[in-house]
């Protein structure tokens, strides 16, 4: 791990603070009356001593009663077929932690013969962290006793399992849809669409079709911030119904701390139990919405989320909008490593023809870089060509740099520092999470 520290010493009237860079961090000063809102911790970055031991201990604490309760009519001691949905590589689900646990447990509950396959939920993306599966199924035991497979949205034998209320045709991975049981592994972190990411959005998105997929992005077409908003969320609502037309599906999912260990863990239905994590994840992590900043430092909570451009738009950068003002000059961190994050959303920022859901997130950043008064991007993987699409008012691989070129662009009487806006969630009204 690179921890980049600044190059000047703290002085009176000065702070610092760890911006999560890559897999490492950028330390700046920044004055000391800086707000910070939110953890600075970002994967393999603890400051509070959680354990991995503390983690499979808060697992196992939500398997055993989750799986009993999912046996109480003997669904898992009939199955012949269980199919276990985790997230890809670009989501920090602690997966090599988590997957062991699930899987010896299944394994006691259910029939010698069943059939146990881990598919890993790529959505549309391209497959990033099938390693992280096979991991997972080794160190549970159990090489060659359960299969591992990437979801491919293309592929020719998807499995139409229903269609939804609005018409949409629902098209599966077959392996997960000729599932007996069908139980989804991922993690609570804010989302900008689908208000908290976890619970069914494995399904749908993660082991659907790609005409499925483009249908729940359809639901998305409007400039809204949903993030930790699940009531008339229509995105949330739909891929909800979508997945329900499985049956029987359970979710494993856990709040994490910022570091990557569980916090929290909760097994049960994709509904219920995903609303309870995502309660738990409001009451640790809520604040409110700061006012307008003089100037805004957005980190992107460090890889994976930070990896590429399309990422950290996504999963941090939006909420952005909520603070900037057109007197705010914003400093945008995220390493980028990985480049944009594929050619769809790189012909969006250009113009081209794209997805809808490309140009929306697009158009989203645009708002961002355009809505202030100044724009810093500060990363390490973008080429030259794409920081000059963006129109930022400069670019530099180094933060320190970056801030204070924007604290003498914009007289600083409030400055606003979000290390990790992943685990951030503003305040909500109490039946927002029910």
């Known amino acids: 791990m690179t921890v980049l520290s600044p190059v000047r010493k703290p002085s009176p009237g000065t702070c610092s603070v760890a911006l999560p860079f890559g897999a490492g961090a950028q330390t700046v000063l920044l004055p000391a009356s800086t707000e910070v809102v939110g953890p ?23 398997v055993e009663p989750g799986l009993t309760a999912l046996d109480s009519d003997g669904r898992l001691r009939r199955a012949r077929r269980i199919a276990v949905c985790v997230t890809d590589g670009t989501r920090p689900t602690p997966v090599e932690l988590m997957l062991p646990v699930l899987l010896r447990a299944l394994l006691r509950a259910c029939p010698e013969l069943v059939e146990l396959t881990c598919v890993m939920a790529t959505g549309l993306h391209q497959p990033v962290g099938l390693e992280r599966l096979v991991a997972g199924v080794a160190r549970a035991g159990l090489t060659g006793r359960v299969g591992v497979l990437a979801h491919d949205a293309h592929a020719d034998d998807l499995v139409e399992v229903g269609t939804t209320s609005s018409g949409t045709p629902v098209l599966i991975n077959a392996t997960v849809a000729r599932a007996d049981v069908v139980l989804c592994v991922g993690v609570i972190t804010a989302h900008a669409e689908a208000g908290y990411s976890g619970g069914a959005k494995c399904v749908v998105p ?34 909800e119904e979508a997945a329900g037309l499985l049956g029987s599906v359970h979710v494993l999912n856990a709040v994490l701390h910022a570091c990557g260990q569980v916090a929290r863990a909760e097994l049960g239905p994709p509904v219920s139990a995903h609303r309870q994590a995502c309660a738990w994840f409001a009451t640790r992590y809520g604040v409110a919405l700061p006012q307008n900043a003089d100037v805004l430092i957005l980190g992107a909570g460090g890889a994976p989320t930070d990896s590429s451009l399309y990422l950290a738009e996504g999963k941090a950068w939006r909420t952005g909008l ?3 003002g057109a007197g705010t000059a914003v400093v945008l961190v995220a390493a980028c490593e990985q480049g944009v994050g594929g050619a769809d959303f790189a012909a969006a920022l250009t113009g081209a023809d794209c997805s809808e859901h490309a140009e929306r997130k697009a158009r989203f950043l645009r708002s961002l870089i355009t809505g202030a008064r100044a724009s810093y991007l500060v990363h390490s993987g973008l080429p030259c060509d794409v920081v000059a699409t963006l129109g930022v008012t400069g670019a530099t691989s180094s933060a320190q740099e970056a801030v204070d070129r924007a604290l003498a662009a914009a007289p600083a009487s409030h400055v606003v520092a979000v290390p990790n806006p992943n685990f951030v969630v503003w305040t909500a009204q109490p039946d927002q999470t029910s």
């Open 40 to 62: 600075s911790d970002s994967l393999g970055r603890c400051t509070e001593g959680h354990t991995a031991a503390d983690s499979s201990k808060e697992v196992q604490r939500a």
């Open 206 to 239: 993660g082991v659907a079709g790609a005409k499925t997929i483009a249908a729940l992005h359809d639901h998305a077409r409007q400039p809204l911030e949903l993030r930790g908003e699940l009531r008339c969320n229509p995105f949330r609502a739909f891929l």
């Open 322 to 324: 909520d603070l900037i």
